[in-house]
Structure formats: structure tokens, C-alpha cells
């Protein structure tokens, strides 16, 4: 198959080939590459694709492609790239006479103008004859030169690694990027999802006219309008129905957006007491599940259910549960949780091909990925802040759902979910009632079980330690340094004394 170069963006390293394959997968296109050529710090790739239509039908809706070319050659230096080049002229031939263009440019360097114009007239054996149109030119071509990223060296190399020469087929569709950019967005809250990943989630679950996909835990709504971009027939629900019922709200983007008839609607429920009814219903589930970094994650129920009232609470004469402005108490939902109800959700409510794609926090654990015996993992790809990261997680459902089959997420021994530590604690009236508490229990129990943790286990206490840790050695600094900030002036007027 003709071979073709692919120069990603240099951002999000471990989903761009994720997100190629989903789009292979949505264009129906014959894909092939050698895996061992993928280099995170390199943006340029060689695919194999078998026509030109499908090259471009590739990288249409790619966010984390720059442009795809036709590889006409390449080569440590220009000498090797001329000559992959000179080899096959029955290429040129059609170019004659059409207005075109060359682009040079350097991946870790710089390319001065006057450098830049004499590797153009390097490739004056092509004999085009038409004009050279800077803005609209019929045909563009591009010679790549890759200098590589090495940050222990004080400049980039005399010479480049590599070098590629091709002709432009098309550019991927970053401008959307800037469409659904955050900071022109009608209404945001501070868990919405920023855009460029919002639409990278959207190719994974390979979203496209017809498709109904569907977020259990919406919030502001970041999916429903990138997966509706692309043609899909999207809703969502939330436990809080805040960012739903409120005059700025989803809707006022769906009117930003002019996606009606799209983003069909957003329902308050938790998902632990939803009203779907036991069918096939969605083709993709796209969704970020609350793991406490910003918002807290909450399931309906009573902390402890020993102190519920047996006779309902009337307020101004109407019993609170009736009332429009009732919030039902809610509990704790540990992030083990989450995951098993999710993945229970998907393995019932997907149909087969249907992929589930959402975001698992973790403290950085290679192996911390749920499981289900009728999903099948596609992709994990790692987000790192540090102390802990959050994975980009899709996966497929490739058979019916039997009933007794059940997700792993092989939490801990003996706390099940966090509700129980919280229940412990309000049952002991000597104990504090504090997250401190309930750090010390985990801790415990964590040092007490030799049965290895996922990462995204009682990650909220986790993240939260780190917070606490990382509080404490910024104030030791500070106290150091004004320790040592004291001393300073005597040790001068010492010095003057003995002078």
C-alpha cells in the first residue's frame, strides 16, 4: 500500500493513536503501521493507506492531526531525499502546470528564510510550470525536517535526524478547537471538560450521524455538544439537577451551538435509580465520572440509614418531599463505586459495538483498569499531573450481557465502599466526625491488607492527602527560610564587630 506521513500535533501524546484508529474504525478505512515506529516526542508517523479518497476521508475530523501528506521520500539528508524522489517522475507529471506551493519547516528547530530558499531551489528538477500561489495554490508540498527534543542539550543539532519530502493531501480539523473553546462557551462550571479533549472523546466513541450516546453523569454538558457535533443524538442526566433546571444552563449552549434536534434532552437522576428500561438503547456512553478533585461524588441515600425519620417532615404544611425545591440527602459514592455501576450500566444498556469511554483518576498504576466479561479493553491513555493522573479509558462491548456476570475492580478487602467508613463514624459519637479520621481509617486498613489496591481506590482521601502534604512542606519552607532570613543580620553585624 502507497505509504503516507502524518505529522500530529505535539500535544495529548498518548491519545493520538487512539484517536487515529477510532477514526480508521468510523471512516472505514485500511489503516496499517508499525507500532514500534510511534515515538511520543516525535510528531511525524508512517501509515499505510490504500488511496489517496481514503487518506483524506482519515483525517477529516482529526483533532490531534496537523496534515497528512503523500510520501514521496525520505532521508537523513537531502542528498537520499532528491534520490527517493528522482526514482519515481511519473509522479510530477500531472502537477505541471498547476499553481502550487512549498512549505519548509523544522520540528525542534528553527529554518532561517534565506536557508528556507535554497532547499526550494534544491527541488527545481520537478519542472513545474505553474504559478506560485502563496494563499490558494492548487497543490502544496512540504519538506519536514526533524531535529528531535532532547531538553539536555543547549542547542538543537547542526542536522536533522530525519527528513521527509510529500505532497499535501489534507489537514485535520483543529479550527473546532477554537468552536467549542471554554472561554466562549455561554455557560461552564468548574468541572466541564476542556475541548480539545471533549472532541477527542467524541472520535473514540466513534460518534456520527444516527448514534444515540449517552452521558450518566452530565454535568455541564461538554460531551453532548462535541458528540452532537459530529451527527449523534445525544442526553444526559445528573444527580444534581442545578446546571438542567437553571435559566443558564445546557440549553443556553445548545443555543450557542444551534445543535437543537441534536442534544435531545438532560434528566435528573442518580444512576443507581434510573428509569431506563432493560433494552439495547445506546451506541456509545461518553461521560467523566466525579472523583472528588473538584466536585465531591454523591449517590442518593442517608449516611446513616439508623437515623432515618420514619414520619415525613412537613414544611409550611407539605411534607418536604413533596415540595418543588426538595433535595433529596445524599451519601458518599467511593470511586470503586462509580466504576462498577458504570460498567454494570454499559454491559446492559450498549449494544454490541457500542463503546463506553471515560475518564479513570488513579495514582499513576498501569494495571488499574476495571474489567467486565462482555467488554473488551480498546485504549488507555494517560493524562499525568504529577501525583496522579487521570486515563482516558475506552472500551467495547463484543457480547450480549449474561445475567450473574459482574464487573472486577478489584477494591479492597473488607471496605467495600467508602458510605461504610462514614457510617462507622457517625455511629461512634466519641470519634470526630473529620476527613482526618477517615484518612487514618483507610490508611489502616490499607497497611493491614496485603491484597494489591487499584489506584482510583478511595482516590478522593488520596488526592487530598497529597493536597495536605504538599501544605505542610511549603509551610517547613517558609518556616526555614524566615528562620534563616532572621539570622542573616546578626552574623553581618558580627562581621563588622571583628573588622
Not at 207 to 218: C, N, S
Not at 368 to 381: A, G, T, V, Y
Request: proline residues 6%; glycine residues 6%; neutral net charge.
Amino acid at each position: 500500500m502507497p505509504k503516507y506521513l502524518i505529522q500530529f500535533a505535539q500535544f495529548h501524546e498518548e491519545f493520538r493513536l487512539p484517536e487515529l484508529e477510532s477514526l480508521a474504525k468510523i471512516e472505514n478505512v485500511n489503516l496499517s503501521f508499525n507500532i514500534n515506529d510511534y515515538k511520543k516526542d516525535c510528531p511525524f508517523f508512517i501509515v499505510n493507506i490504500e488511496t489517496e479518497e481514503e487518506a483524506n476521508r482519515l483525517i477529516r475530523r482529526a483533532i490531534l492531526v496537523k496534515n497528512i501528506y503523500e510520501l514521496w521520500g525520505m532521508g537523513e539528508n537531502y542528498e537520499k531525499v532528491h534520490e527517493q524522489v528522482k526514482a519515481n517522475p511519473e509522479r510530477w507529471s500531472q502537477y505541471e502546470y498547476k499553481s502550487f506551493k512549498f512549505i519548509i519547516s523544522a520540528f525542534g528547530s528553527t529554518c532561517p528564510s534565506d536557508y528556507q530558499v535554497r532547499i526550494i531551489n534544491s527541488f527545481s528538477y520537478l519542472g513545474f510550470k505553474g504559478d506560485i500561489n502563496l494563499k490558494n495554490p492548487q497543490v502544496q508540498f512540504g519538506a519536514l525536517e526533524d531535529y528531535g527534543l532532547d531538553p539536555s542539550l543547549p542547542a538543537p543539532p547542526p542536522n536533522p535526524y530525519m527528513i521527509y519530502f510529500g505532497r499535501l493531501i489534507a489537514s485535520g480539523n483543529r479550527d473546532l478547537i477554537k468552536k467549542y473553546n471554554l472561554k466562549q462557551r455561554e455557560y461552564i462550571g468548574n468541572t466541564s471538560m476542556d475541548a480539545e479533549l471533549s472532541l477527542i472523546m467524541a472520535n473514540q466513541a466513534l460518534a456520527e450521524p444516527g448514534k444515540l450516546i449517552y452521558d450518566p453523569f452530565v454535568g455541564t454538558g461538554s460531551f453532548l455538544f462535541t458528540c452532537a457535533h459530529y451527527g449523534a443524538f445525544t442526553m444526559g442526566s445528573d444527580i444534581d439537577g442545578r446546571q438542567i433546571r437553571a435559566n443558564k444552563s445546557i440549553k443556553s449552549n445548545i443555543e450557542q451551538y444551534n445543535l437543537h434536534g441534536k442534544v435531545l434532552d438532560t434528566l435528573v437522576f442518580d444512576i443507581c435509580h434510573h428509569p431506563w428500561r432493560e433494552n439495547l438503547w445506546f451506541d456509545a456512553i461518553v461521560t467523566d465520572p466525579p472523583y472528588g478533585v473538584r466536585a465531591g461524588a454523591k449517590k442518593l441515600g442517608r449516611k446513616n440509614p439508623t437515623k432515618k425519620s420514619q414520619v415525613p417532615k412537613p414544611i409550611d404544611g407539605i411534607p418536604a418531599h413533596k415540595r418543588e425545591d426538595y433535595y433529596p440527602p445524599t451519601k458518599p459514592y467511593e470511586m470503586s463505586e462509580v466504576l462498577v455501576d458504570l460498567l454494570e450500566f454499559a454491559a446492559r444498556y450498549l449494544v454490541i459495538g457500542g463503546r463506553l469511554v471515560y475518564w479513570l483518576p488513579t495514582i499513576v498504576d498501569d494495571t488499574d483498569i476495571p474489567e467486565h466479561p462482555c467488554m473488551k479493553f480498546i485504549s488507555n491513555s494517560e493524562q499525568n499531573f504529577g501525583q496522579w493522573s487521570r486515563r482516558l479509558t475506552t472500551m467495547e462491548k463484543f457480547r450480549e450481557n449474561v445475567k450473574g456476570e459482574h464487573a472486577n475492580v478489584n477494591t479492597i478487602k473488607g471496605y467495600d465502599n467508602l458510605s461504610t467508613l462514614y457510617q462507622k463514624k457517625n455511629n461512634n459519637e466519641s470519634e470526630e466526625n473529620t476527613d482526618e479520621n477517615i484518612n487514618t481509617s483507610c490508611e489502616k486498613q490499607q497497611d493491614s491488607d496485603i491484597e494489591k489496591k487499584p489506584g482510583h481506590y478511595l482516590f478522593r482521601e488520596k488526592y487530598f492527602s497529597f493536597k495536605s502534604k504538599e501544605k505542610s512542606q511549603r509551610e517547613e519552607s517558609w518556616i526555614r527560610f524566615k528562620k534563616s532570613e532572621n539570622k542573616s543580620p546578626s552574623t553581618t553585624t558580627d562581621n563588622n564587630i571583628d573588622t
